[in-house]
């Protein structure tokens, strides 16, 4: 019993220690952000977590504890991101644009760089319907769907330090626009139509363009949706020619300028 005692004594004074190197780091991650931030430095960098993880697993004397030490970094490091990001963005990010500008996939990527949760009006709305967007169209016709898309929006706004992505049509209404910018900040993703063609064009799920799937089409819609996409935004990222790694620079950068 009295040996048990003694090791807890231990584990309670590397607790100690931990807990006082985990205020310390804390501390001097926020000052490093305070840093990139005046200097204008890229606030992203992946390939320092990574180094920062492959040191600590080359560190390690006691070589049983290398899965163990990798998890532990990870974590550490989430909570680390987790922490920069509420700071730097306490609203929530809203995702909008045309179909296949990338709203889904940007949203994603976006939620892994900088540990904010992310989710998606038109899942959602799949999710909570058990059917398809376009057994919707089809079955009760647009404006069900779109009356279904309010609600949704009105629920999702509610959400605070969230990626929210949202259907192509979203911020055709004017009331969605007024709720999601009550807690959001709003990027529109671009592109080409050329390029939206050819990622959209095996998409068997966008009733809006059945039948329509062609260049001239998309850059029919595109032009009359425009001036309501513009009006909505903060910011307007141009996804054509980009990567999803270059597109979530830049929507980091430009929020944190706007
Ligand atoms: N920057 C990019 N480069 C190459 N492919 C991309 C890029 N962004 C998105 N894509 C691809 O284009 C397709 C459509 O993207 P995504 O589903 O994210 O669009 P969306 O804006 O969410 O469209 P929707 O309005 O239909 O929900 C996907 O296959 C995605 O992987
Ligand atoms: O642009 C639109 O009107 C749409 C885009 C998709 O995200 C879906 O929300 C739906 O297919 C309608
Ligand atoms: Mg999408």
């Known amino acids: 019993m009295k040996i048990i005692q003694e090791i807890r004594k231990e584990i309670d004074q590397c607790d100690e ?54 998890e532990f970094m990870k974590s550490m490091l989430t909570i680390s991101r987790k922490m920069q990001s509420i700071r730097l963005f306490p609203y ?43 057994k919707m169209f089809e079955e009760h016709g647009e404006k069900y769907f779109r009356q279904i898309e309010k609600d949704m929006v009105k629920r999702v706004s509610l959400r605070k330090n969230t990626i929210i992505s949202c259907g192509g049509g979203v911020v055709l209404d004017s009331e969605n626009v007024e709720h999601l910018k009550e807690t959001g900040k709003i990027v529109l993703l671009s592109a080409q139509p050329e390029i939206i063609y050819e990622r959209v064009k095996n998409d068997q799920n966008l009733p809006v363009l059945k039948g329509n799937m062609t260049v001239e089409f998309i850059t029919k819609k595109m032009e009359e949706r425009k001036d309501k996409y513009e009006s909505a935004a903060d910011i307007i990222v141009d996804t054509s020619h980009k990567d999803k790694e270059e597109i979530c620079q830049e929507i980091v950068y430009k929020l944190l300028k706007s």
Do not use: C, W
């Not at 939620?111 to 059917?131: A, N």
């Open 17 to 70: 220690i931990l807990i006082e190197a985990f205020e310390k780091r804390m501390e001097l991650v926020l000052k490093v952000l305070q840093y990139k931030t005046r200097e204008g430095m890229p606030i992203l960098d992946s390939s320092r977590e990574e180094e920062i993880i492959s040191h600590a697993v080359k560190s390690l004397k006691n070589k049983e504890f290398e899965k163990e030490i990798e």
């Open 92 to 134: 929530n990010i809203v995702l909008i644009g045309f179909m296949g500008t990338g709203k889904t996939a940007i949203g994603d990527r976006l939620s892994q760089l900088l540990r904010m949760d992310t989710i998606d009006t038109d899942v959602l709305i799949e999710r909570q319907m058990k059917t398809s967007i376009s």
